[in-house]
């Protein structure tokens, strides 16, 4: 079946810009998660959606980062104004349920420059 | 703060030689712990997790971790390397009480033919 996808793969932009970064989570998943790994780091926790339930958003680094779920499907990353720190791979990950042993199956990333 | 530590940046091993990644973590209680494999331009795949139904796991393509309480350890091993090892390895630690997943800083394994 299909994993997670997410859109674009790579994005270049300026300096302040504004961009979207777009996941879809695998069909039936009702938890989404954001990450952030930069060059030579580990991932970074950013947000958690779950159906319904008000996001956890205590990763996002500042209030130029937001995201969106519409239900249990598309999820929408945006950076505000970016800057260069920003620059960065961002995984989407889903899971089918919420609980601790339930396995986050991760996407591609969206590979993102700040010139 | 809980957190979890990878152990070498950088691990190279000849092929079909002993593969050993270190990974701890920081709690006095047991988390949920996963290793995952991030293959060059490729997302992450689970290779593994212990949810404490017993200490010796079993993944895929041959690799196995054991969890060691009075170590706080969950090293991943793999008898014989082989050359499609290459990969970066990342350990992973989840808490009762938090959605999230805590990851290490991965650990880049090079195979040498």
């Known amino acids: 079946g299909a994993g997670v996808s997410q859109s674009p793969s790579n994005k270049v932009t300026e300096k302040g810009k504004d961009v979207e970064l777009r996941c879809d989570p695998i069909?039936?998943?009702?938890?989404l998660y954001w990450y952030r790994q930069r060059l030579g780091q580990g991932l970074e926790f950013l947000i958690y959606?779950?159906?319904?339930?008000?996001?956890?958003k205590s990763g996002l680094p500042s209030d130029r980062f937001s995201a969106e779920r519409t239900g249990e499907s598309v999820s929408t990353l945006t950076i505000q104004r970016t800057q260069q720190e920003d620059s960065a791979v961002y995984l989407c990950?889903?899971?089918?349920?919420?609980?601790?042993?339930?396995?986050?199956?991760f996407g591609p990333g969206t590979r993102l420059l700040v010139l | 703060a809980q957190s979890v530590t990878q152990l070498g940046s950088h691990v190279s091993v000849s092929e079909g030689a002993l593969v050993l990644l270190r990974c701890n973590y920081s709690?006095?209680?047991?988390?949920?712990l996963f290793w995952y494999v991030q293959y060059p331009n490729q997302g992450l795949q689970l290779l593994l997790k212990?949810?404490?139904?017993?200490?010796l796991v079993k993944g895929i393509n041959g690799f196995e971790a054991e969890f060691k309480k009075s170590e706080t350890s969950f090293h991943l091993t793999k008898p014989s390397a082989h050359m499609s090892d290459a990969a970066e390895y990342f350990c992973?630690?989840?808490?009762?009480?938090?959605?999230?997943?805590?990851f290490g800083t991965g650990t880049r394994l090079t195979i040498i033919p």
């Open positions: 992973a630690v989840r808490y009762f009480g938090n959605e999230k997943l805590t």
């Open positions: 990950a889903s899971s089918s349920q919420r609980g601790l042993q339930e396995t986050q199956y």
């Open positions: 709690s006095s209680v047991p988390p949920y």
């Open positions: 959606f779950q159906g319904n339930s008000a996001p956890d």
């Open positions: 069909s039936g998943h009702t938890a």
């Open positions: 212990y949810t404490s139904a017993a200490t």
